[in-house]
């Protein structure tokens, strides 16, 4: 009986925080030491509970460094040109009378490359939200189609760090779990495929092309190159290489191809790893490329 006390409190406490704008961060520690009372009570001893509480909280310690990782890829796949060269091609082969199902499929794809959610509607999200306000397209429909395609690539990537938290916790094999989330997705993938093949009809982009692939070829060089630390997830996600060492040469090759394709410093470079990438407030792309960084995560 306790412990549904303890878990009625405890949730109750986190969704009045999630509707007042606290830190979760309380609400958790408040229902930390709810159960720390818990197990005093039925006999366990402080230090029994401190072990127990750091062994639990060590397995979660491997989602601090894919975090740190997928701030440090955001900002330097900005900074290659490897988000913006997604946009741009992504942009070109896009049908515009199926606008709504493109951004759903473009921002699964995102997703799946980049491991966030967060990320991918802080970026091209926001780019095909910019597309669907000049194109006429109802914004809320737009919206709703691309948060659908982050959450879908968040849950199936590699380098997602809630995935990478369910097999540590549960001491299952990572690419196993995805291989099964997989299977479980193909049903409602494909619903979602045909719902936005359909309201597609209805809300079609009114022109063709945008203001935002003529800005990106302006500031950026979106040579082929420029999709080579995608690529690399990609292969490497198949050949099931370890997540960490592939994100790893992702941002390596990502921060060559700054320097070397986008011409940007080397203190630029390390600027962006850990402050994010930012463009000039001036800039037409200002609000639309920008973000990551590992102090951001």
Not at 146 to 160: K, L, V, W
């Amino acid at each position: 009986m306790d412990i549904m006390i303890g878990m009625a409190i405890t949730f109750f406490i986190l969704i009045i925080s999630i509707f007042t704008g606290i830190f979760l961060g309380f609400p958790l520690l408040i229902g930390l030491f709810i159960f720390t009372y818990i197990s005093w009570r039925r006999g366990f001893s402080i230090k029994e509970i401190s072990i127990m509480s750091y062994i639990g909280g060590k397995k979660a310690f491997v989602v601090l460094k894919i975090l740190v990782l997928i701030g440090a890829l955001t900002a330097t796949w900005m900074a290659a040109g490897t988000v913006p060269g997604i946009v741009y091609y992504g942009i070109q082969f896009m049908n515009p009378k199926l606008f709504i199902l493109y951004a759903f499929l473009i921002s699964a794809a995102v997703s799946l490359l980049l491991g966030t959610s967060l990320g991918t509607a802080g970026t091209v999200g926001l780019a095909l939200i910019v597309l669907a306000k000049g194109g006429n397209v109802n914004t809320n429909i737009a919206a709703g189609a691309i948060i659908a395609g982050a959450y879908f690539g968040d849950r199936c990537s590699p380098m997602s760090s809630s995935a990478h938290l369910v097999a540590n916790i549960t001491g299952t094999n990572l690419y196993t779990n995805i291989r099964n989330m997989l299977k479980s997705s193909i049903l409602p993938f494909a619903l979602s495929f045909i719902l936005y093949a359909l309201i597609s009809i209805s809300q079609p982009l009114s022109f063709v092309g945008s203001s935002i692939d003529s800005d990106i070829l302006e500031f950026f060089n979106t040579n082929l190159i420029v999709l080579i630390p995608s690529m690399i997830i990609i292969v490497f996600s198949i050949l099931k290489v370890n997540v960490k060492l592939s994100m790893l040469l992702s941002i390596l090759s990502a921060a060559i191809i700054s320097f070397t394709v986008q011409h940007y410093s080397l203190s630029e470079i390390t600027r962006y790893l850990f402050l994010g990438f930012r463009m000039e407030p001036e800039n037409p792309l200002y609000s639309i490329i920008q973000g990551g960084g590992i102090l951001s995560m």
